[in-house]
């Protein structure tokens, strides 16, 4: 997954045919056109040398 960082906004590529069904599933979770949407949180540390993820929650 290519990720791009420009200033506030973060736009996620998927490099297979898997991470782009990943990438439809949380946009499905977190995406209501009804209600509210929802928000990723971080939780936890992430650090490269140490960690291979970054961890989120989902908020309602």
């Known amino acids: 997954m290519k990720i ?15 991470e782009a069904k990943d990438l439809e599933s949380l946009w499905r979770v977190i995406v ?4 509210f949407n929802k928000k990723l949180v971080a939780i936890g540390e992430y650090f490269p040398q140490k960690n291979q993820c970054a961890r989120f929650v989902i908020e309602d």
């Open 4 to 18: 791009k960082i420009e200033k506030n906004v973060v736009e996620f590529y998927p490099e297979n045919e898997e």
């Open 32 to 35: 209501d056109c009804v209600k």
